[in-house]
Protein backbone atom coordinates (compact mmCIF):
# COMPACT_ATOMS: atom_id res chain seq x y z
CA UNK A 1 0.00 0.00 0.00
CA UNK A 2 1.29 3.50 -0.76
CA UNK A 3 0.67 5.99 2.43
CA UNK A 4 2.32 8.94 3.67
CA UNK A 5 2.12 9.78 7.39
CA UNK A 6 2.95 13.44 8.65
CA UNK A 7 1.90 12.22 12.75
CA UNK A 8 2.19 16.33 13.52
CA UNK A 9 -0.59 18.32 12.67
CA UNK A 10 0.57 21.55 14.04
CA UNK A 11 3.82 22.76 15.37
CA UNK A 12 4.52 26.21 16.98
CA UNK A 13 7.70 27.47 17.35
CA UNK A 14 9.23 30.69 18.33
CA UNK A 15 11.49 32.38 15.70
CA UNK A 16 15.11 31.46 15.72
CA UNK A 17 14.16 27.64 17.42
CA UNK A 18 14.93 24.85 15.32
CA UNK A 19 12.11 22.47 14.14
CA UNK A 20 11.80 18.93 12.50
CA UNK A 21 8.80 17.42 10.42
CA UNK A 22 8.47 14.20 10.43
CA UNK A 23 7.44 11.94 7.17
CA UNK A 24 6.81 8.35 7.26
CA UNK A 25 6.07 6.57 4.06
CA UNK A 26 4.65 2.79 3.44
CA UNK A 27 5.52 1.07 0.14
CA UNK A 28 6.11 -2.04 -1.46
CA UNK A 29 8.12 -0.65 -4.27
CA UNK A 30 11.91 -0.85 -4.09
CA UNK A 31 12.36 2.20 -6.45
CA UNK A 32 10.22 5.11 -5.35
CA UNK A 33 10.58 8.66 -4.54
CA UNK A 34 10.06 11.39 -2.12
CA UNK A 35 9.23 14.95 -2.14
CA UNK A 36 8.85 17.74 0.06
CA UNK A 37 6.32 20.97 -0.75
CA UNK A 38 5.66 24.06 1.00
CA UNK A 39 2.39 25.86 1.03
CA UNK A 40 2.64 29.29 2.35
CA UNK A 41 -0.73 31.29 3.44
CA UNK A 42 -0.57 32.56 -0.32
CA UNK A 43 -1.69 29.23 -1.04
CA UNK A 44 0.46 27.76 -3.91
CA UNK A 45 2.46 25.05 -3.53
CA UNK A 46 6.14 25.14 -4.19
CA UNK A 47 8.30 22.07 -4.59
CA UNK A 48 11.21 21.93 -1.91
CA UNK A 49 13.01 18.83 -2.55
CA UNK A 50 13.31 15.19 -4.94
CA UNK A 51 15.03 12.06 -3.73
CA UNK A 52 14.84 8.83 -4.67
CA UNK A 53 15.28 5.47 -2.98
CA UNK A 54 18.96 4.87 -4.46
CA UNK A 55 19.57 8.22 -2.54
CA UNK A 56 19.92 8.01 1.37
CA UNK A 57 22.43 10.70 1.00
CA UNK A 58 21.22 13.55 3.75
CA UNK A 59 20.94 16.75 2.34
CA UNK A 60 21.36 20.77 3.15
CA UNK A 61 19.87 23.23 1.46
CA UNK A 62 20.70 26.47 3.36
CA UNK A 63 18.78 26.28 6.64
CA UNK A 64 17.12 23.54 5.52
CA UNK A 65 17.72 19.81 5.56
CA UNK A 66 16.32 16.50 4.91
CA UNK A 67 17.24 12.97 6.61
CA UNK A 68 16.50 9.91 4.74
CA UNK A 69 16.70 6.66 6.45
CA UNK A 70 15.24 3.88 4.67
CA UNK A 71 15.49 1.89 7.46
CA UNK A 72 12.43 3.46 9.61
CA UNK A 73 10.79 4.46 6.24
CA UNK A 74 11.53 8.05 7.02
CA UNK A 75 11.89 11.48 5.44
CA UNK A 76 12.08 13.62 8.19
CA UNK A 77 12.61 17.85 7.30
CA UNK A 78 14.78 19.69 9.20
CA UNK A 79 14.36 24.03 9.47
CA UNK A 80 17.31 25.62 11.57
CA UNK A 81 16.74 29.20 13.16
CA UNK A 82 13.31 28.94 12.22
CA UNK A 83 11.93 32.52 10.53
CA UNK A 84 8.28 34.09 10.26
CA UNK A 85 8.71 33.03 6.77
CA UNK A 86 8.74 29.60 7.46
CA UNK A 87 5.04 29.24 8.62
CA UNK A 88 3.28 27.20 6.10
CA UNK A 89 1.93 24.01 5.89
CA UNK A 90 4.35 21.35 4.64
CA UNK A 91 3.61 18.28 2.74
CA UNK A 92 5.58 15.44 2.34
CA UNK A 93 4.97 12.82 -0.82
CA UNK A 94 5.86 9.58 -2.48
CA UNK A 95 5.42 8.67 -5.64
CA UNK A 96 5.92 4.85 -7.07
CA UNK A 97 7.96 3.54 -9.79
CA UNK A 98 6.49 0.04 -10.59
CA UNK A 99 2.96 -0.66 -7.75
CA UNK A 100 1.60 2.48 -8.86
CA UNK A 101 3.30 3.92 -11.18
CA UNK A 102 3.72 7.33 -11.09
CA UNK A 103 0.98 8.00 -8.58
CA UNK A 104 2.07 10.94 -6.51
CA UNK A 105 0.35 10.54 -3.15
CA UNK A 106 0.70 13.52 -0.02
CA UNK A 107 0.49 12.81 3.59
CA UNK A 108 -2.03 15.50 5.79
CA UNK A 109 0.70 18.20 5.81
CA UNK A 110 1.85 19.66 8.87
CA UNK A 111 1.27 23.26 9.72
CA UNK A 112 3.95 25.09 10.85
CA UNK A 113 3.58 28.46 12.96
CA UNK A 114 6.74 30.27 13.98
CA UNK A 115 6.42 33.41 16.16
CA UNK A 116 8.55 36.53 16.43
CA UNK B 1 7.60 28.59 -19.99
CA UNK B 2 4.72 30.21 -17.79
CA UNK B 3 4.32 27.27 -15.63
CA UNK B 4 1.17 25.39 -15.02
CA UNK B 5 -1.74 27.28 -15.85
CA UNK B 6 -5.17 26.58 -14.15
CA UNK B 7 -8.36 28.91 -14.76
CA UNK B 8 -10.90 29.84 -13.34
CA UNK B 9 -9.03 30.79 -10.30
CA UNK B 10 -12.31 31.49 -8.49
CA UNK B 11 -15.44 30.06 -9.22
CA UNK B 12 -18.84 30.63 -7.66
CA UNK B 13 -21.83 28.41 -8.41
CA UNK B 14 -25.00 27.38 -7.79
CA UNK B 15 -26.23 23.74 -6.90
CA UNK B 16 -26.61 21.45 -9.99
CA UNK B 17 -25.31 23.46 -12.03
CA UNK B 18 -21.79 22.14 -14.20
CA UNK B 19 -18.30 23.75 -13.33
CA UNK B 20 -15.79 22.93 -15.83
CA UNK B 21 -12.48 23.37 -14.83
CA UNK B 22 -9.64 23.86 -16.92
CA UNK B 23 -5.59 23.31 -16.90
CA UNK B 24 -2.20 23.60 -19.39
CA UNK B 25 0.15 21.77 -17.84
CA UNK B 26 3.95 22.55 -18.52
CA UNK B 27 4.97 21.87 -22.41
CA UNK B 28 6.66 18.52 -22.52
CA UNK B 29 5.63 17.05 -19.44
CA UNK B 30 4.51 13.73 -19.31
CA UNK B 31 1.81 13.53 -16.32
CA UNK B 32 -0.75 15.52 -15.21
CA UNK B 33 -2.57 15.48 -11.79
CA UNK B 34 -5.89 16.56 -10.62
CA UNK B 35 -5.97 17.25 -6.25
CA UNK B 36 -8.64 18.11 -4.69
CA UNK B 37 -7.74 20.31 -1.29
CA UNK B 38 -10.46 20.66 1.70
CA UNK B 39 -9.36 21.71 5.39
CA UNK B 40 -11.39 17.93 6.46
CA UNK B 41 -9.49 16.01 3.72
CA UNK B 42 -6.50 17.55 3.26
CA UNK B 43 -4.65 16.89 -0.79
CA UNK B 44 -6.87 14.24 -2.49
CA UNK B 45 -5.54 12.81 -5.47
CA UNK B 46 -8.49 12.42 -7.86
CA UNK B 47 -7.02 11.25 -10.84
CA UNK B 48 -3.57 11.24 -13.14
CA UNK B 49 -2.95 10.85 -16.66
CA UNK B 50 0.33 9.92 -18.54
CA UNK B 51 0.75 10.74 -22.05
CA UNK B 52 -2.95 11.95 -22.27
CA UNK B 53 -3.99 9.03 -20.66
CA UNK B 54 -6.03 8.20 -17.55
CA UNK B 55 -4.00 6.19 -15.22
CA UNK B 56 -5.84 5.82 -12.01
CA UNK B 57 -9.25 7.67 -11.51
CA UNK B 58 -9.77 5.83 -8.27
CA UNK B 59 -9.99 9.24 -6.44
CA UNK B 60 -12.93 10.88 -8.02
CA UNK B 61 -15.60 11.25 -5.74
CA UNK B 62 -18.45 10.34 -7.86
CA UNK B 63 -20.09 9.95 -11.28
CA UNK B 64 -20.72 13.29 -11.01
CA UNK B 65 -16.94 14.02 -11.55
CA UNK B 66 -15.02 13.41 -14.70
CA UNK B 67 -11.92 14.09 -16.55
CA UNK B 68 -10.55 14.53 -19.82
CA UNK B 69 -7.19 14.64 -21.54
CA UNK B 70 -7.91 15.61 -25.42
CA UNK B 71 -4.24 16.59 -25.97
CA UNK B 72 -0.66 17.02 -24.06
CA UNK B 73 -1.70 20.64 -23.34
CA UNK B 74 -4.86 20.46 -22.32
CA UNK B 75 -7.14 18.93 -18.95
CA UNK B 76 -10.41 19.25 -17.49
CA UNK B 77 -12.14 18.24 -14.77
CA UNK B 78 -16.24 18.30 -14.90
CA UNK B 79 -18.42 18.14 -12.10
CA UNK B 80 -22.17 17.56 -13.02
CA UNK B 81 -24.23 18.37 -11.00
CA UNK B 82 -22.54 20.32 -8.47
CA UNK B 83 -23.28 19.84 -5.17
CA UNK B 84 -21.90 22.61 -2.16
CA UNK B 85 -19.84 20.13 -0.58
CA UNK B 86 -18.31 20.28 -3.46
CA UNK B 87 -16.56 23.43 -2.89
CA UNK B 88 -12.63 23.34 -2.12
CA UNK B 89 -9.52 24.26 -3.98
CA UNK B 90 -8.81 22.16 -7.05
CA UNK B 91 -4.71 21.98 -8.02
CA UNK B 92 -3.39 20.68 -11.24
CA UNK B 93 0.24 19.40 -11.50
CA UNK B 94 2.19 18.56 -14.14
CA UNK B 95 5.99 16.42 -13.91
CA UNK B 96 8.09 15.56 -16.60
CA UNK B 97 8.64 12.13 -16.53
CA UNK B 98 8.24 9.10 -13.94
CA UNK B 99 9.39 9.78 -10.69
CA UNK B 100 9.97 13.44 -11.07
CA UNK B 101 8.93 16.90 -9.04
CA UNK B 102 5.63 18.11 -9.76
CA UNK B 103 4.75 21.26 -10.57
CA UNK B 104 1.40 23.10 -9.41
CA UNK B 105 -0.84 25.72 -11.04
CA UNK B 106 -2.34 28.42 -8.86
CA UNK B 107 -5.25 26.44 -7.99
CA UNK B 108 -8.65 27.28 -8.62
CA UNK B 109 -11.20 28.12 -5.59
CA UNK B 110 -14.71 26.60 -5.99
CA UNK B 111 -17.31 27.51 -4.35
CA UNK B 112 -21.27 26.18 -4.36
CA UNK B 113 -24.03 27.43 -2.97
Known amino acids: AQKVTQAQTEISVVEKEDVTLDCVYE???????LFWYKQPPSGELVFLIR??????QNEISGRYSWNFQKSTSSFNFTITASQVVDSAVYFC?????????????FGQGTTLQVKP | DAGVIQSPRHEVTEMGQEVTLRCKPI?????LFWYRQTMMRGLELLIY????????DSGMPEDRFSAKMPNASFSTLKIQPSEPRDSAVYFC???????????FGQGTRLTVV
Open chain 2, 27 to 31: SGHDY
Open chain 1, 27 to 33: TRDTTYY
Open chain 2, 49 to 56: FNNNVPID
Open chain 1, 51 to 56: RNSFDE
Open chain 1, 93 to 105: ALSEAYGNTGKLI
Open chain 2, 93 to 103: ASSLELGAEAF
